[in-house]
């Protein structure tokens, strides 16, 4: 945003879709510091778009949920035994979920990609499963206790 503000301000002109996701407003298990990166990144877009707003700058946060890629099985893995079975548990319910469900990542990114002939952009857009663009209407708290109700911890 630093490289392109100065530009748009100029022009007067100009959009910034920042990716975050639905986990930006609620913490699911064994995501915390996934959560607390998209969390500060909804904060800031929620700044810049008030402050830039003025020099015709649109600011937006794009929230995929669920996509259909290997990003489960290329992160690191918690090596603790206490918590082998709340991750095993997550582990095996996102699988089944992931394959089920999941959009490709080129679904997703033509989603997004739609969203810039749109003449004005709203705050958030969840983007994904219907089902998951739900999330965006719910209150942290109740979506906190939904997403966490399956695991027996």
Do not use: C
């Not at 707003?53 to 603790?80: A, C, N, S, W, Y």
């Not at 219907?130 to 906190?144: D, V, Y």
């Amino acid at each position: 945003m630093q490289a392109v503000l100065p530009t748009m301000r100029e022009r007067g002109a100009g959009r910034i879709l920042n990716i975050s996701s639905p986990a930006g407003r609620f913490a699911p298990p064994l995501e915390g510091v996934y959560s607390a990166s998209k969390a500060a990144l909804e904060m800031l877009s929620e700044a810049i778009r008030f402050e830039v707003g003025h020099f015709g700058v649109q600011v937006t946060i794009v929230e995929p949920g669920t996509i259909g890629t290997d990003m489960t099985e290329r992160q690191e893995k918690f090596e603790l035994p206490e918590y082998a079975p709340l991750v095993k548990q997550y582990a095996q319910r996102f699988a089944r979920y992931r394959q089920r469900r999941a959009p490709s990542a080129e679904q997703i990114a033509s989603e997004i990609a739609d969203l810039l002939d749109r003449r004005r952009l709203p705050l958030r857009v969840p983007v994904g499963l219907r089902s998951e663009r739900l999330f965006a209407r719910l209150t942290p708290s109740l979506l906190g206790r939904l997403v966490r109700s399956p695991y027996k911890w």
